[in-house]
């Protein structure tokens, strides 16, 4: 409590010590009674006692000092502990403040960001609504002049339309009135008045797409699709690029019971469920499994296990080894096997083949390209397949003579033989051959056959009927007059056997078999004359195929005279001196349906023209190479031969989109078309193709530098094979890149691929 005389209260505590002296000080003496402590003095005696002093040493300024330092510190403890509290609360506070704020700062951006997006969004969907509503503007104007430029080019294309149709009332007018009876192949009848027969009939003819595409038209061809004998035979080969191992699976477990045929030719794309399918065929007699790539010998067991009623097998070009041999005695019935270019198994596969079961009833055996047979190979053939009678051994340039006398000594039934490009074979191999009772022979490639071998037939076959010995140079006419006694010959091609002349032709076909021949190749045959073609004519009053290309010595004399053969239906004189005249004496009897007159330089537009008027079934029509060729041929072509399936004018420099727009209006059943070299051909030209010839599946265009690639990539997308360069023409075709004539060319002996 605070004095009421503050001075007075100071003045007398100062006399009460000066009165008493500085030891009657107490710290107390100052403040109120009411506050005094309430504890009693200790006296000094106590002190003494507690501390073990004596009187002298009580109050020593040691102890004065020690006292006072231990107050200090303890005074300084206490106030230093209290600042570090104060301190440290001082920190946390504002530690939590900085959280605040770091917090409040968060969301602030937060809340500012999430403003500016709601802004940016507002902006972004008015700048799309702006953006909408210009796309449909320029859009609509877009729209309108596309519109009047479809408009102007319908209206082009309509006048162009209206020309050409003109142009053919025209000319259908100035002929006779039954022209188009027996030309019009395109008679449409109510599908719903053919019996269902006859739309099974056809049905059959139509590959697996087709068919699908039939089955949509109506729900009368829909159940017509589903008969089991449209099922019998499948041909997947037509579709080999699309086949999925998913789609076999599907037809097959629908139509097992009825499949006999499947052909699975080039489908690269089928694995182990295809193939476990097919394994579930039991009635299969026909199997074709040519360049299926993903076939091995554990596909072939699965097939094996199943299908046991197989007759036909075809395995060529595939991977299997000689466990497939093996398993091949699996099949008691089979009759047909094709091994061609399997170069995986060996002479001891073929071991396989004569023991157990084995193929004993096998009939037929191609083995092309199969270079790793020897002659022990061979003789395992002929101890288990003894009733072989078809023999094919192509590409075989390890077939030698011993390998023919292995297989002979046992297969004694042989009727027919192929050894195309097997250039090792001599006489010996026909002698060994001659104890069989051949029909066919087939030789191509050799220049060590001559004359011998064809004795040997002459007296050792005398029912042979299909001579094939093309390329054997040795050949001379003493062989063609050896083979004229025989009677039963029905085809006969001696092609590029240059020594042959018109001494051998004529007497062979003044022989037995002259009246009875049906197909004669004398390609290349240079010393062949006229002689020989009007002898031909003459004699050979069943001849339907005659191909004298390049036989250079044949002229429009010889021609004249085929002229009045009436069962001559194909005729190839590419390469011969034939002019319009020989052109015109050959289609008076208008049966030929197929006729090639590629690098006869004589011919023209006349001569085309003449012969398509005489001739009603033409299908096939090759041209190339006649540099005098113009529209006109073709126009004249197109109109007369509406039968046309195949037209080869390449090489032929003065043709322009005109004659594409004939062929394209009248020609619809058109297959494959040649055009290389024509350098006018614009593209128009495809343009035309794409609307009239829906049934075009190759088209080659070589050459054709007004061509581009973008009208070709647009109009031959759906076509199964098309070839397109913009090249200039090579010195070969006779012509430079403008159509002008080379004053020096090299002579070409054969049309290019």
């Known amino acids: 409590m605070r004095p009421e005389d503050p001075l007075k209260f100071l003045e007398e505590k100062l006399r009460e010590i000066t009165e008493k002296g500085l030891d009657a000080v107490l710290w107390y003496m100052c403040i109120d009674l009411s506050l005094h402590p309430k504890l009693k003095r200790i006296s000094e005696t106590y002190l003494n006692t507690v501390f073990g002093l004596d009187g002298d ?54 809340k500012i960001l999430r403003v500016i997006i709601q802004k940016w969004s507002m902006w972004v969907q008015i700048h799309k609504e702006k953006m909408t509503l210009a796309v449909k503007r320029l859009q609509q104007i877009f729209n309108k002049i596309y519109l009047n430029a479809v408009v102007k080019a319908w209206h082009a294309e309509a006048h162009s339309s209206l020309k050409t149709k003109a142009y053919f009332e025209s000319l259908a007018n100035e002929n006779q009135k039954g022209c188009f009876e027996s030309n019009d192949l395109t ?82 794309s089928l694995h182990w469920p295809s193939f476990k399918s097919i394994s579930e065929c039991k009635n299969l007699q026909d199997l074709n499994l040519s360049e299926c790539q993903g076939l091995n010998d554990e596909s072939m067991r699965l097939i094996s296990e199943g299908c046991r009623s197989l007759l036909y097998l075809n395995l060529s070009y595939t991977g299997i080894t000689n466990g497939t041999l093996r398993l091949l005695s699996s099949f008691p019935n089979l009759q047909y096997l ?88 001599s006489d010996t191999a026909f002698k060994a051959l001659g104890e069989c009772k051949l029909v066919k022979v087939s030789i191509e490639g050799n220049n060590q056959i001559t004359d011998l071998s064809f004795k040997l037939m002459s007296k050792c076959c005398p029912y042979i009927r ?78 339907t195929y005659l191909n004298l290309r390049h036989c250079e010595n044949v002229t429009d004399a010889g021609i ?8 001559l239906i194909s005729i190839d004189l590419s390469g011969t001196s034939i002019s319009d005249m020989g052109l015109r004496s050959l289609g008076h009897h208008g049966k030929i349906k197929e006729l090639s007159i590629s690098e006869c330089k004589n011919i023209s537009d006349t001569g085309i023209q003449e012969f398509c008027k005489g001739t009603k079934y033409l299908e096939h029509c090759h041209v190339s190479y006649c540099p005098q060729l113009t529209d006109e041929a073709v126009k004249t072509m197109a109109f007369h031969c509406h039968r046309l399936t195949s037209v080869n004018v390449a090489g032929c420099p003065k043709m322009t989109d005109t004659c594409i727009q004939y062929l394209a209006a009248a020609c619809h059943y058109l297959h494959f078309l040649d055009v290389s070299g024509c350098i006018h051909l614009t593209d128009k ?47 070969w075709l006779g012509y430079d890149r403008d159509g002008n004539i080379l004053t020096f060319t090299k002579k070409h002996t054969s049309e290019p691929e």
């Open 187 to 268: 008679v449409r009848h109510e599908t719903s008045h053919l019996p269902e027969k006859a739309l099974l009939q056809i049905f059959c003819y139509v590959n697996l797409v087709d068919l699908a595409r039939c089955a949509q038209v109506s729900q009368t061809w829909m159940l017509l699709t589903q008969n089991s004998s449209l099922w019998s035979d499948i041909n997947f080969s037509s579709v080999k690029h699309k086949v999925q191992d998913q789609i076999v699976v599907n037809i097959l477990q629908k139509w097992r019971p009825y499949v006999l045929h499947l052909n699975l030719r080039g489908c690269c």
């Open 466 to 543: 299909h001579i094939h010995m093309a390329d054997c140079p040795n050949i001379t006419d003493a062989s063609l007059k050896m083979i004229s006694p025989l009677k039963h010959v029905l085809v006969l091609n001696v092609a590029d056997c240059i020594r042959i002349s018109d001494g051998g032709v004529r007497t062979f076909v003044q022989g037995s078999s002259g009246a009875k021949l049906r197909e004669l190749n004398l390609t290349n045959c240079i010393c062949v004359t006229d002689a020989s073609v009007t002898e031909i004519a003459q004699r050979c009053h069943e001849l």
């Open 560 to 567: 004249e005279a085929l002229g009045n053969m009436s069962s």
């Open 685 to 731: 030209a495809l343009k035309y193709l794409w609307k009239g010839c829906k049934q075009l599946q190759i088209l080659k265009m070589l050459y054709c530098r007004n061509i581009t690639k973008q009208a070709v990539l647009k109009y031959t997308a759906k076509l199964e094979k098309q070839e397109h360069n913009d090249a200039d023409p090579p010195s």
């Open 57 to 110: 040493q009580l109050m020593t300024e040691e102890l004065c000092a020690k006292a006072w330092d231990f107050y200090s510190r303890n005074l300084m403890k206490l106030y230093f502990g209290g600042w570090i509290k104060y301190n440290l609360l001082k920190k946390n506070k504002r530690k939590k403040v900085k959280q605040k704020m770091a917090l409040a700062v968060v969301h602030y951006n937060v």
């Open 338 to 425: 094709s091994l061609a270019h399997c170069r995986k198994f060996t002479d001891k596969g073929l071991l396989y083949l004569s023991s157990g079961k084995g193929c004993h009833r096998l009939i037929y055996l191609d083995l092309s390209g199969c270079i790793q047979i020897s002659v022990d190979g061979f003789r395992n053939i002929a101890n288990g397949c003894s009733g072989i009678q078809d023999l094919l051994i192509n590409k075989m340039p390890t077939l030698t003579d011993r390998c023919i006398q292995a297989l002979v000594e046992k297969c004694q039934q042989i009727m027919s033989v192929v050894f195309l490009d097997s250039p090792h074979l």
